[in-house]
């Protein structure tokens, strides 16, 4: 009888190291992350920055030290997929910030495609952002 008991205690103390351990691996998860426009227009022009934040949505903070690996910025979004301009990254001016420099020739909505790796995490954050230029 007193073994089964211990072996009930055990199995109940197996189950909650598994669940225990579920929130960690829930938190790896890329599609906790999200990318924010800080402003949604841009105006015309030579070099104009665009600024974004990296978001953690379960806390609501910004994620500092993101490396921004992947960057398109084209019209895709009026049709015109094959319209690209060239995307520079640019020092950040607050942590969990990103800026980028871009030149925007023509009024209207431009898609900004984004992959980040956040620090501590295997997956890959991924974004697509629309910017209206010119208004
Ligand atoms: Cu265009």
Redesign the pocket.
């Known amino acids: 009888m007193k073994d089964s008991i211990v072996a009930r205690v055990m199995r109940g103390a197996l189950i909650g190291l598994m669940f225990a351990s579920l929130p960690s691996i829930a938190l790896a998860d890329p599609k906790d992350y999200d990318f924010e426009l800080v402003r949604t227009s841009i105006p015309l022009g030579s070099e104009q920055i665009i600024t974004v934040r990296l978001v953690n949505k379960k806390t609501g903070k910004s994620v500092p030290d993101a490396v921004i690996f992947a960057t398109r910025l084209d019209?895709a979004p009026?049709g015109?997929q094959e319209?690209v301009t060239k995307v520079t990254p640019m020092p950040g001016t607050e942590p969990g910030t990103y800026r980028f420099k871009a030149t925007f020739s023509?009024q209207?909505r431009w898609q900004l495609s984004l992959g980040a790796k956040v620090q501590g995490e295997a997956g890959t954050v991924e974004s697509k952002l629309v910017v209206t230029a010119g208004k």
């Open positions: 019209m009026d015109m319209m023509m209207g």
